[in-house]
């Protein structure tokens, strides 16, 4: 008489399957949160009246338009917009800092155009 054996399911390879899947769906889920954007209130100062409000400098460095506005150019006036929060926590800046590692401040500060020889 033969007899059979009844292989048992490998459980160590289905908890490092489960563990790899895990930490796949982890990454993508919580990286992109540096592209999603975050309501941002600040003081702007009004560069220009239009017909569809003010429009404003941030100190972030965007244009802002302010809706239902009857400031004058050189105003300071409070406006809530959207921003990638990338910009405000620093990620793009250390993302290029590390894709361009041999470009300094230096480097940065120098303009002009020249010719390579």
Known sequence: MQQTKIA???QLKFLV?????????????????NI???????EVSVIAVTDYGCVGESSLGRSV?????????GDIVSATFYIPAGEINGYLE???????????????S????AFSP
Request: charge should be negative; aromatic fraction near 6%; include cysteine.
């Open 8 to 10: 048992k399911t490998p």
């Open 65 to 73: 338009v302010v809706s239902n506005c009857d400031a004058s150019v």
């Open 17 to 33: 399957i489960v563990a790899v899947a895990t930490s796949v769906i982890l990454v993508f889920t919580i990286a992109p949160w």
């Open 94 to 108: 250390e993302l290029e800092r590390r894709q361009n590692p041999m470009v300094d401040a230096w480097d940065k």
């Open 36 to 42: 999603l954007p975050e309501l941002v209130t600040e």
């Open 110 to 113: 120098v303009s002009g155009k």
